[in-house]
């Protein structure tokens, strides 16, 4: 939103016009973020959720394993904070890697 103000100066003569237009900057808020989780299941293989951290959010194998270790003793881990597309994407593509390799893995996004 671009918005202006005129500054009336002096008689108003057709032949003398002395208003001042300025205009401010528009303000522009960040989009919102949102956090990508992984639930934890009973069923889905430690190493595979490791594989799917290192594939899907470019985690060393180090940071892959202690986010699998935080979903596994807590329930619940953030993986990541993205924009809506990026996380959304994110959650569909980890979903349908867990449902090819047949795991129940499951994957969400809130906003943070």
């Known amino acids: 939103m671009i918005s202006r ?3 009336m100066a002096g ?3 057709d032949d003398n016009d002395t208003s001042v237009v300025v205009e401010t900057k528009p303000k522009t808020k960040r989009p919102p ?3 990508v989780l992984l639930l934890n299941d009973d069923y889905t293989p430690m190493e595979f959720v490791v594989a799917v951290l290192e594939r899907f959010f470019h985690m060393s194998h180090a940071q892959a394993f202690e986010i699998m270790l935080t979903v596994h003793k807590k329930g619940v881990a953030v993986v990541g904070v993205f924009s809506h597309e990026i996380a959304e994407t994110k959650v569909a593509q980890v ?3 867990a449902r090819q390799h047949q795991h129940p893995l499951q994957c969400t996004m809130e906003k943070e």
Do not use: A, E, G, H
Request: hydrophobic share 40%; charged share 25%; proline share 8%.
């Open 5 to 7: 103000t005129i500054i």
């Open 11 to 13: 008689p108003s003569d």
């Open 33 to 35: 973020l949102y956090k």
């Open 95 to 97: 979903m349908d890697f």
